[in-house]
């Protein structure tokens, strides 16, 4: 599809509904009001297409830009062109799609961190909300040593920006999620920060509690493990076995 047609294709699936909600979510103009099912299906109709890709994000609308991070060919994007991605981010829900789409997908990945340091609100964002996505859906960062990024969540949160301060609130629950002494820095620092405040806008969206949500993820791992351990026991069965069932 060219630039045109999948504008055109946009404008078409837009809704008023959905154009309401993303506004109520901060989502800036222009925009058609497409949910994620249609762009979604949209998205398979066109496969994987940089060019494509380059030229929605370029254009600033809304959903244009949404659609790109599924299109582009996130692994062959070099650092220059996913960090200039990074750097045009204007909203909350563009920036976590981006950290999912492109991001996890790239090469680049863990040097997607170096955002963490950034003052702007989206970049800071992208650099935290990369460090929850790497360490839940990846093993990028496996071995490392976390505590430094627990300690500069309780310095930095406070005076943080508010959609990073909600994104370094989700950071703090993926460090503390991997057990360990980290976990018990993690829940340290939950504690002595008390409760995030972040302004959610006209919507019902609340904050998670990290030491909730940190106890609850070790309490489900835990769970799950006596019936890996069950699993790993259990004999194989024998070939005469096998050719009797």
């Given at each position: 599809m060219t630039?045109?047609?999948?504008?055109?294709?946009l404008e078409?699936?837009?809704?008023?509904?959905?154009?309401?909600t993303?506004?109520r979510?901060?989502?800036?103009?222009?925009l058609?009001?497409?949910?994620?099912?249609?762009?979604t299906?949209?998205?398979?109709?066109i496969g994987?297409d940089?060019v494509l890709?380059?030229?929605?994000?370029?254009?600033?609308?809304?959903?244009?830009?949404?659609?790109?991070?599924?299109?582009v060919?996130?692994?062959?994007m070099p650092?220059?062109?996913?960090?200039?991605?990074?750097?045009?981010l204007?909203?909350?829900?563009?920036?976590?799609?981006f950290?999912?789409?492109?991001?996890?997908?790239?090469?680049?990945?863990?040097k997607?961190?170096?955002?963490?340091q950034?003052k702007?609100e989206?970049?800071?964002?992208?650099g935290?909300?990369?460090?929850?996505a790497?360490?839940?859906?990846?093993?990028?960062?496996?071995?490392e040593?976390?505590?430094?990024?627990?300690?500069?969540?309780?310095?930095?949160?406070?005076g943080?920006k508010?959609r990073v301060?909600?994104?370094?609130?989700?950071?703090?629950?993926?460090v503390?999620?991997?057990?360990?002494?980290?976990?018990?820095?993690a829940?340290?620092?939950a504690k002595r920060?008390?409760?995030?405040?972040?302004?959610?806008?006209?919507t019902a969206?609340e904050?998670?509690?990290?030491?909730?949500?940190?106890?609850?993820?070790?309490a489900?791992?835990?769970?799950?493990?006596?019936a890996?351990k069950?699993?790993a026991?259990?004999?194989?069965?024998?070939k005469?076995?096998?050719?009797?069932a």
């Amino acid at each position: 599809m060219t630039l045109e047609e999948t504008m055109r294709e946009l404008e078409r699936l837009g809704t008023e509904q959905t154009r309401k909600t993303y506004l109520r979510h901060g989502a800036p103009h222009p925009l058609s009001g497409v949910n994620f099912g249609p762009l979604t299906a949209l998205k398979k109709r066109i496969g994987t297409d940089a060019v494509l890709a380059r030229a929605l994000w370029a254009s600033g609308h809304t959903e244009a830009r949404l659609l790109a991070t599924m299109v582009v060919d996130a692994p062959a994007m070099p650092w220059k062109e996913l960090d200039a991605w990074a750097k045009g981010l204007d909203w909350h829900t563009l920036t976590d799609v981006f950290v999912t789409n492109v991001v996890l997908r790239s090469p680049h990945a863990a040097k997607a961190l170096t955002w963490t340091q950034s003052k702007s609100e989206w970049v800071g964002r992208a650099g935290w909300q990369s460090l929850s996505a790497l360490l839940m859906k990846t093993a990028v960062l496996a071995g490392e040593d976390l505590l430094p990024w627990v300690k500069r969540i309780e310095q930095e949160l406070p005076g943080a920006k508010n959609r990073v301060r909600e994104a370094m609130n989700g950071a703090l629950i993926a460090v503390g999620s991997t057990g360990g002494a980290v976990q018990t820095a993690a829940l340290a620092t939950a504690k002595r920060l008390g409760k995030v405040e972040v302004d959610h806008g006209d919507t019902a969206c609340e904050t998670p509690d990290a030491t909730q949500y940190i106890r609850k993820i070790q309490a489900r791992k835990a769970a799950k493990a006596p019936a890996r351990k069950t699993a790993a026991k259990k004999p194989a069965a024998s070939k005469r076995t096998r050719a009797r069932a």
